[in-house]
């Protein structure tokens, strides 16, 4: 078992740009049941022995897919949201960075009174390793194993994974839910989905600054989790009112610091490093 | 980013809404009104209240009594009855309910045609006869929209150096420590932070962020170091780098040629890992560059940098 990769037959929206064409060759290598791909205009292509379609729609139709991941541009990027959500796609994953925030909101709104789950945007997506990835985490730093990963950022998550892995301590699954103001799916869902998980024993939950989803987070670890959890949340030296690098990663109005949000997974009874090559050590 | 007064105007303007230039009248009540994006419930929020030091962050964020928040759905929009219950809330004249619908709609327009993060009324004066005198406004709006306000972008003043370190995807904040950083990835860049001020106890801390992004090339990197030369409170930088679709020969690469057309100011320490670390490695090692160290682990580099701070 794992969380989120069952049974994913996969298409690609942005197959046929030059990110979404490097990443399609990746996730079918690590295994992924890449059924398609949609480029609007490009119907009838290949790509990696892959068909391209001209709609979800059509693609659905055609594949039975019920996964996709997004690559197309910041631009147009909700806009392939909404024609997923429209087409029955169960599981959106987009990777896309630089969405307006006002097309956020309007499309986390959308999704949410829709029957699809979204994750992202600005994120890595989901890699379980020996079975699928969808999404862009580097396969080779992972290892099959019982630790659940979920994170808010990209090399932050690949680093710490390969740590874990070169101490022979495997993932069962490795997920970004991304780094923006508003995304699809939250630490909570996340936490829930991993302690339901009979082949997940321990949580890496790797935080940021912004927002309250930690805050969130250690409210649910402390009222339903049983299995434990490392935490390590990163900024405690960022200064207030910038933006580090993630579009969700700012310390405003003196709310999201690195502080109270630590405070809060420790009182949750979460295990808090200050240096994210000390994870490891934890779960031995 | 934070418009320009002028801009702010100028948009409000199109909405119909002119910010009194003349005299202020002799004020009954004075209002504050402000619309922001609440990010723990994904919707906006219209805030109003008659006291004078509202902050939108806290007033969105929280609901103690001093101010009235009615939440906008953002498929629907702001509806006449929330400012109207708005308004019965504050304790306004009933004659200003009309206008405050009116002005508050315009608000909500702008907001949306400019892409704002926040837009704020404050204050407006309402005069004995219920005129309604907007006397200042601000709005931020969102970086992620700027390429459909470009108007708005000419806010930015950035200078040349800034719009071609924006362009290449790199982003650059710059602190008061002494140990220069370059990472890939925002949530690693921070990490990089934290350990310098973790194993710097107060006495070495980091002198910037700097995320060159994803796919870094050696054009990137080199680029990333030719900015922190400006920095002169620099004593030593570390370069923290995991390789995913950056490659860790690419970064080798960016490092050996700008070592070697001209010696940096200060001492490097640099981690590799993850695609062609260990390649990258090798190449640095073969380039014999006499001031440049490599690191295994972040923790190794930080104390590295750290040391050379605390001891010079």
Known sequence: ?284 | MRLKSYQVKRRLAQFGIRITEDEPPEAAISLYLGIGQDRSIGKLALVGSTERDIQIDYAVKSSPGAFHREDIDPLIGLRSYQVLRMAGDLNLPRPLYRPLDKIAQAMYNCYIASDATILEINPFLIAPDNQLFPMAAKMTVDDNALFRQRDLAESLELSPDEVEIKAMGITYIQLDGQIGCIANGAGLAMATMDIINLYGQGNARPANFLDVGGGADAGKIERALHKLQENTDIQITLINIFGGMTRCDEVAEGIINICQRQPLAWPLVVRLRGTNAQLGQQMIIDACLPDVRLADTMTHAALIAVDKVVTS
């Open chain 1, 1 to 284: 078992m794992s969380i989120l990769t069952q049974n994913r037959r996969v298409l690609i929206q942005g197959m046929t740009g030059k990110r979404g064409s490097f990443h399609t060759a990746q996730m079918s290598d690590a295994g992924t049941d890449i059924v398609g791909g949609v480029s609007p205009g490009r119907g009838g292509d290949w790509v990696h022995g892959k068909p391209v379609f001209d709609s979800v729609e059509l693609a659905v139709e055609v594949t039975e897919a019920n996964t996709s991941v997004i690559f197309v541009p910041a631009a147009f990027a909700a806009d392939a949201i909404y024609e997923a959500v429209d087409a029955g796609i169960e599981l959106v994953i987009c990777i896309t960075e630089g969405i307006p925030l006002l097309d956020m909101l309007k499309v986390y709104d959308y999704v949410k009174r829709s029957q699809s789950r979204l994750i992202g945007p600005n994120c890595p997506g989901i890699l379980t390793p020996g079975v699928a990835s969808i999404g862009i985490v580097p396969v080779h730093v992972a290892q099959p194993g019982h630790v659940g990963v979920v994170s808010r950022s990209g090399a932050l998550t690949y680093d710490v994974v390969n740590t874990l892995s070169s101490k022979n301590i495997g993932q069962s699954t490795i997920i970004g839910i991304g780094g923006d103001p508003f995304v699809g799916t939250t630490f909570i869902d996340v936490l829930q989905m991993f302690e339901n998980d009979p082949d997940t024993s321990d949580i890496v939950l790797l935080g940021e600054i912004g927002g309250r989803g930690e805050i969130d987070a250690a409210r649910y670890i402390k009222k339903r989790m049983t299995k434990r959890v490392i935490t390590f949340v990163a900024g405690l030296s960022a200064p207030p009112n910038r933006r580090m690098g993630h579009a969700g990663a700012i310390v405003e109005g003196g709310h999201g610091t690195a502080e109270e949000k630590i405070e809060a997974l420790r009182n949750a009874g979460a295990r808090v490093v200050y240096n994210p090559e000390e994870i490891a050590d934890h779960l031995r």
